[in-house]
């Protein structure tokens, strides 16, 4: 089954304790992204990535980074958690640059307190 | 990418056809209107897109007005399932980035 998997679904942190939250995708899809999303502020960007090794930010990066050193995964890092990173993410993947048929991944519900 | 409006909610009974309008006004001749729906928080989930002609598939139909301004997706049969935010996107991808904006939310009725 086609399927893009994150973990975990649920996470509560303390500020400044690292975390990794993981998303791998099973369809040898090229593009792969991590959105967040917080009430009245819809879905937004965090960073992307055209392939392995190649990565780029989004519109909200500050206080993440991602890696791409294999193709079907692309983890969320947050150094340094704060309170302003408690939200709802998504990672999600799809074939190529211009195919925006994007699966998404359940969703990872993190609060940082 | 072109920016686009839709209503803030609507209401559909089940078993009936739900119809939420998007308009897409500044869309570009290359670029696709998409539709995603996403439910109770889970990941958005993919439905249709269109360039020009209408489409259909196994969730819905997607009817795309000749002067490409707006469209109109089509669930024919409406089902309590089918409650969800609903968003259209208009426009190429850079990258592969999806701009979300607000979206309909579709609350069908028993």
């Known amino acids: 089954e086609a399927q893009v998997t994150q973990n975990p679904r649920y996470l509560i942190t303390v500020t400044g304790k690292k975390l990794t939250v993981t998303c791998s995708q099973n369809m040898n899809h090229e593009y792969m992204s991590w959105y967040r999303q917080d009430p009245g502020l819809g879905l937004r960007q965090i960073y992307y990535?055209?392939?392995?090794?190649?990565?780029d930010k989004g519109d909200v990066p500050e206080g993440y980074k991602v890696s791409r050193k294999e193709k079907r995964n692309f983890p969320l890092i947050l150094e340094s958690p704060s309170p302003n990173q408690t939200s709802l993410y998504f990672c999600?993947?799809?074939?190529?640059?211009?195919?925006?048929?994007?699966?998404f991944g359940q969703g990872t519900r993190l609060t940082v307190v | 990418d072109a920016k686009t409006t839709q209503p803030t909610s609507m209401d559909c009974a089940e078993g009936r056809a739900a119809n939420l309008p998007c308009n897409h006004s500044?869309?570009?001749?290359?670029?696709?209107v998409y539709w995603y729906r996403q439910i109770h928080s889970q990941g958005p989930q993919y439905i249709i897109h269109?360039?020009?002609n209408n489409e259909t598939n196994e969730m819905a139909s997607l009817i795309i007005t000749e002067d490409r301004k707006s469209s109109t997706l089509i669930l024919p049969h409406a089902t309590l399932r089918d409650t969800a935010v609903y968003y259209c996107?208009?426009?190429?991808?850079?990258?592969?980035?999806?701009?979300f904006g607000q979206g309909t939310i579709l609350t069908v009725h028993p």
């Open positions: 999600a993947s799809s074939l190529s640059r211009t195919n925006t048929e994007a699966f």
């Open positions: 269109g360039l020009k």
């Open positions: 996107i208009s426009g190429g991808t850079s990258y592969g980035k999806l701009t």
């Open positions: 500044t869309i570009s001749g290359n670029e696709y």
């Open positions: 990535s055209m392939n392995v090794e190649v990565t």
